[in-house]
């Protein structure tokens, strides 16, 4: 180990304020001290770099939010007289003496991301903020759950988990907090996570053109520094970081029907029956609050819902899951098992004096678990139990910011932080994360080796590992909807793959064509929900006309055909925190139109499917297609990219293309994720000029065995200038449920695949809808390829390929 250490640090014989009076390195890292400080510099990838500031002898131990796995790596480091030099070998840290500062550079010796030189990171009280020198056009984006625009520049921002009921355009906190954003300028991009759970604060250059900044209320300043080529590795590097999200369960990317609320029983069994009838394809019936008697969790109404084993079984026949809410709240009221059991077990968040914290929610007074104690963490598996026991595999953590009447939970109430103790001050953000992982890791013991789904309102960085996110009590309006979009955008770019909203919105009643629109471009989210408020329509599918019916069912059901699509993408998500909502900022960085407000809500879903968002009101709208060729995911029409076509978008019609040179497998029809379908696997080629793969994925969509290898899984590769499709070989030792494949060719001519046995058909992604005119009996617009030519081949497990031209 390699050790110096120097003292004194000065210039010109003047001991400059905030410089280094002493530091030490050795192999893992720079350890210095100011007049106040302690100093940690550390590197944990060749991209990403932790610098950690604190005023305390003993740096914070917030951990939280971080894998597991994670550790310091080895570093290279030169001492110059006015600065110590780490080199990573992708991330040049110069790390300036007096005053001490940081610049953080590339390979090349370009500025990537600078503290800003006069004022570095500094407290004002217990508040500690480090500020960033503002870079030419630098642009921001990310931070989770945030209202406002893709590029946040000008603008400022508060994490503190905050229940907000219909929330507008520019709200701001929300409920769920991710303190990490990515910046990019000048070709480069970078990623900073703040890892501190205290109320924290984000400055893009708001209300001045001098720096960016963040800052904690208390605490140590704890920042990870990422960097690498893209912004997709910066989110992957992110994603190693606090943990990547667990593969979760097919049927829980089906769609969902929620309501505020379903009762009593036979009202459930009859909504699900009415999917079925009207073959309109769902998986789960969410059960909100009143199947509680009174609103107390872990209990059933007994009038409302006599025997929901019984139900829930019936449920399953029709091949319906159960996913149930779980609030935190815990009435104080004598013979509650729950209570009189979390009283026993000491399980409650604490007044300083000891005695346990009420506040009121719904059941009226209420105790609330500590999470952050793992004796409660025990508690709370074994009272999920009673769910798990009848039958029910998915939760709903709701009401866990922690959300109580008032809105203001006293700062002085204390948690255990698993020894570390804490209070309401820096537990708060972390209350909904921690509530999720105690769900999470109670379900999937409790279920045997079954996939939980867990759903989470609030969370905090790292959530991602525990709980989709949705983005809580939205508004039934095209402003929402689009705001929506942006916010599940956000969340991808900010490590959560797992997000979506209540389509049609919550609050209000959405128009036919509002929910027609919503519930069209939900289909394209990781999250696929339907839900309304108490005393609004529902927001069933037929509960908005016949039109608006059949266009949800088109919807519904191009998502249920896509799922081998949407599987694999998810499955890309679990291994490497690539997003299956993408923000173009992903892939087009660089390019300034994707980042106008006209274009802002595009987003690829997957690699190869671009939605372009728009309000309902609009039958005809501009939208931005990037560089490259795509195609009418509906007609097969073609465009160039760079540039800014009118599209047609009646509500029937979402603007959706497909990108060139994509791979798009598509089953046949199911109605449920529980339902296996026909043999015959669809793959879509759409011609291009570049090669491409795909990474395509099965296993049995609900246990985990395939971590221990059973699982289907082979890369189908197309290689444009050699006019071939090539399978490699398939590893696992899962069967695929597919034995043959339909291979259609999109933009190609006949001629050109004169070598292959071609046939020839008139192809509907989304059919044509009814006509409901008395009047005119015109036909509908039937969105159709024409002659679209396809092949037919039987699908082996050994590496082969089709040839053409």
């Not at 040179?661 to 598509?666: E, Q």
């Not at 296996?676 to 065995?705: A, I, V």
């Not at 699982?711 to 189908?716: A, G, L, P, T, V």
């Amino acid at each position: 180990m390699i050790v110096e250490e120097r003292k004194n640090i000065t210039t010109n014989g003047t001991l400059v304020r905030g410089s280094l009076l002493s530091y030490q390195l050795d192999t893992y890292g720079f350890y210095g001290r100011t007049d106040t400080e302690n100093i940690c510099i550390e590197v944990y990838e060749e991209g990403m770099v932790r610098v950690r500031i604190s005023k305390k002898e003993k740096f914070d131990n917030f951990h939280y939010a971080l894998a597991t796995d994670i550790s310091q790596k080895s570093i290279d480091f030169l001492e110059k007289e006015d600065s110590i030099i780490i080199s990573t070998g992708k991330v040049e840290v110069s790390i300036m003496k007096a005053p001490f500062r940081i610049t953080f550079r590339n390979e090349k010796g370009e500025v990537i991301n600078e503290d800003d030189a006069s004022f570095g990171t500094n407290w004002i009280g217990e508040q500690v903020t480090t500020y960033k020198k503002l870079q030419p056009n630098e642009k921001f984006i990310g931070l989770g759950e945030k209202t406002g625009p893709l590029n946040k520049k000008g603008r400022g921002y508060q994490n503190w988990n905050t229940d907000h009921f219909g929330y507008g355009k520019e709200t701001d906190p929300l409920y769920c907090s991710i303190p990490f954003y990515m910046g990019i300028h000048s070709g480069m991009s970078y990623g900073i996570y703040l890892n501190n759970s205290h109320k924290s604060h984000f400055n893009f250059g708001a209300s001045n053109n001098r720096f960016s900044s963040f800052s904690a209320d208390a605490g140590d300043m704890d920042y990870f520094f990422i960097h690498y080529d893209s912004v997709n590795e910066i989110i992957g590097a992110y994603s190693r970081l606090t943990g990547k999200m667990s593969l979760p369960p097919k049927w829980s990317l089906g769609y969902q029907q929620c309501r505020y609320s379903y009762y009593p029983e036979a009202e459930v069994l009859n909504t699900a029956q009415n999917f079925r009838d009207k073959e309109i394809p769902a998986d789960v019936i969410v059960l909100d609050i009143h199947y509680m008697e009174k609103y107390k969790i872990f209990t059933w109404d007994k009038e409302r819902f006599p025997c929901p084993e019984t139900m829930i079984e019936k449920l399953k026949a029709l091949g319906f899951k159960v996913v149930v809410m779980c609030d935190p709240g815990i009435k104080v009221e004598k013979g509650y098992c729950t209570y009189e059991d979390g009283l026993a077990k000491d399980v409650f968040i604490k007044y300083p004096d000891g005695s346990n914290y009420e506040g009121e929610v719904w059941p009226g007074w209420c105790h609330f678990p500590d999470f952050t104690k793992p004796e409660t963490r025990d508690w709370w598996t074994n009272q999920l139990k009673s769910y798990s026991d009848i039958g029910i595999e998915g939760f709903w953590n709701d009401m866990n910011e922690i959300a109580t009447w008032g809105q203001s939970l006293p700062e002085l109430i204390e948690f255990d932080f698993d020894g570390d103790k804490g209070t309401t001050r820096n537990a708060r953000n972390i209350y909904g994360l921690m509530m999720a992982k105690s769900t999470w890791e109670g379900a999937r013991k409790n279920l045997k080796g079954k996939r939980p789904f867990n759903l989470t309102r609030a969370g905090f960085a790292g959530i991602q590992k525990y709980a989709a996110v949705w983005t809580g009590d939205n508004v039934a309006s095209d402003e929402h909807m689009l705001l929506g979009m942006r916010m599940l955008n956000s969340m991808g770019l900010s490590g959560v793959p797992f997000a979506g909203f209540d389509a049609g919105g919550f609050i209000g009643n959405a128009s036919e064509n509002l929910f027609a629109r919503w519930i069209s471009m939900a289909a394209f989210t990781p999250f696929f929900r339907g839900h309304s408020n108490v005393n609004t329509k529902s927001s069933e599918p037929w509960t908005h006309g016949e039109h608006t019916e059949e266009i949800s069912r088109n919807y519904i059901s191009l998502r249920y055909r896509l799922m081998p699509y949407v599987y694999s993408t998810f499955f890309e998500a679990s291994e490497t925190g690539t997003p299956v909502n993408r923000s173009l900022a992903i892939d087009y960085t660089y390019d300034e139109n994707i980042y106008k407000e006209a274009y802002e809500n595009e987003f690829l879903f997957g690699d190869s499917i671009l939605v372009a968002p728009v309000s309902s009101e609009k039958e005809i709208e501009k939208i931005y297609l990037p560089k490259g060729e795509w195609y009418d995911l509906f007609t097969d029409e073609k465009y160039q990219g760079n540039k800014e076509p009118l599209i047609e978008c009646p509500v029937e019609k979402l603007p959706v293309f497909a990108k060139s040179s994509a791979i798009i497998p598509v089953q046949s029809q199911v109605f449920s994720n529980q339902e296996k379908p026909s043999g015959q696997l669809e793959l879509h080629l759409y011609k291009g000029k570049h090669d491409n793969s795909f990474s395509y994925y099965e296993d049995d969509g609900d246990s985990y065995e395939f971590e221990s290898g059973k699982y289907y899984k082979r890369d189908i590769s197309y290689k444009a200038k050699n006019h071939q499709l090539s399978f490699s070989k398939a590893l696992g030792s899962f069967k695929s449920s597919f034995n043959e494949v339909k291979l259609y060719f999109h933009g190609f001519e006949s001629k050109e695949l004169q070598t292959l046995n071609i046939d020839h058909e008139d192809y509907h992604f989304i059919s044509p809808l009814s006509n409901f005119d008395p009047i005119d009996n015109g036909a509908r617009e039937d969105y159709k390829i024409t002659n679209l030519p396809f092949t037919t081949f039987k699908l082996k497990n050994e590496e082969f390929s089709i040839n053409w031209k």
